[in-house]
Structures are given as C-alpha cells and as structure tokens.
C-alpha cells in the first residue's frame, strides 16, 4: 500500500477536543433531545419517574461537597424517565451536600417546560417520587403542569400520622417506578458515569447525554 494511500489513525487527543467541544457548544445535549424525538410515539408518559443518582468526584468539580451516605465528594443527578425507564429530561445538577429537594422546584418546572418543548404530552401523568422529593413546591409545580403527584409522604420523625387531610398517594401506581433503577444500573456499568473526573458541569453532563440517548435507543441499536 502507497504511503499516501494509508489511513491515518484517529488520535485520542482529535477525540478528546471534539467531545469537549460538543459538550460546550450543546450538541450532546442535542443528540440527548433527538433520542427522545425518536422514541416520540413509543414513550409511556402515563407515569413519570424521578430518582437522584450519586456519583463520587474524586477530582472535584462545580456541584461537588462531601455526601454522608457516600462517605465521599459526590455529585447529584436528578433524570426523569417514563414508565419504561426512557430518560426524558432532568431537574437539576446538585452539590452533594444537598437533600434531593433541595431547589425541587426550579428543577421542576425547568425539566416539565423541556418536556413540553419536545412535545412530549405529559398533562394528567402520575408524578412518581420517594418521600425525599415529599414537598409542598413540588407538589404544586406538579398540578400547575396538570400532573398528578403520587410522592410517598416523608414522616419526618412524627410517630403518628399528620392530622388533616390525607395526601394523593397509590401504592400501585409507585410501584412499577422500580424499572428506572434498571437504567441507573446501566449506567453505572460505565466508569466515566459512576465515578467522574470532570471540573465542569457541562463536561459532566456531555458524558451523561450520550449514555441517556444510548438508553433511549437502546432497542433500534440492538437490531
């Protein structure tokens, strides 16, 4: 084979600059968005999950504090996925010092109005959630954008149960929200995603798009 002819071999630092440079300028975040088009007619938004997902920065990083539970510098992030564990949005990257709730319901209402942008119909939807997210913000962003919250109510160290009415909750409906565990479990296969090494935001989320969109697809890339 002629010298000139050879293929030349793709350099990890060509890889390394455009993925930094697709983080940066959006696009991962667009092939995130385009996954979900895709998908559009197959999603099940009868029910829509969220759950907060840790991920120990052992090098620091914008949204990084030290995690009780984690015995670790973590980072938070807050997906939502529909009743089939497709990812279809997020609330928000949080410091792992926070409680799940806290800033709920900017999060919120940023990730609902994504939703709305895409099309996505998600008006009259059960809004499931784990007594961390149990809030009166969240409660009321979820019935401003026409969702059913169904949150298990947080005890908050009470023995009995809190007088007044009782809040929304079906035992039936929360229950299939385990199928989004799969897909933080798939995640977490990759090293990039559980344990990160990235300083910025934006270079933390870039990698997370990509494994969302992955999700999303999972089934056209299988055939």
């Not at 993925?19 to 895709?38: A, H, M, N, P, Q």
């Not at 409906?173 to 799969?182: A, C, M, S």
């Amino acid at each position: 084979m002629n010298q000139g002819s050879e293929k030349r071999e793709l350099s990890h630092d060509a890889v390394s600059y455009h993925f930094r440079k697709w983080r940066r300028d959006g696009s991962l975040r667009k092939v995130f968005e385009g996954s979900i088009l895709t998908i559009l007619d197959e999603l099940a938004l009868s029910e829509i999950n969220l759950e907060g997902s840790h991920s120990i920065a052992k090098k620091g990083g914008e949204s990084v504090a030290y995690q009780g539970r984690k015995k670790a510098k973590t980072t938070n992030l807050l997906p939502l996925t529909d009743a089939q564990g497709s990812i279809i949005g997020l609330t928000q990257v949080l410091a792992g010092k926070h409680h799940d709730a806290f800033d709920l319901k900017a999060g919120l209402q940023k990730a609902f109005k994504f939703a709305k942008r895409l099309g996505l119909s998600i008006k009259d939807a059960f809004f499931n959630a784990d007594s961390a997210f149990d809030t009166k913000a969240a409660r009321k962003v979820c019935f401003n954008h026409g969702l059913i919250p169904n949150i298990a109510e947080h005890k908050r160290g009470r023995k009995h149960p809190k007088c007044g009415r009782k809040r929304l909750f079906n035992q039936e409906v929360y229950k299939p929200r385990f199928v989004l565990e799969r897909s933080f479990a798939w995640m977490d296969t990759f090293r990039t995603l559980l344990i990160p090494f990235e300083p910025k935001d934006v270079y933390f989320l870039g990698a997370h798009f990509i494994a969302f969109a992955m999700i999303n697809l999972r089934h056209i890339l299988a055939r």
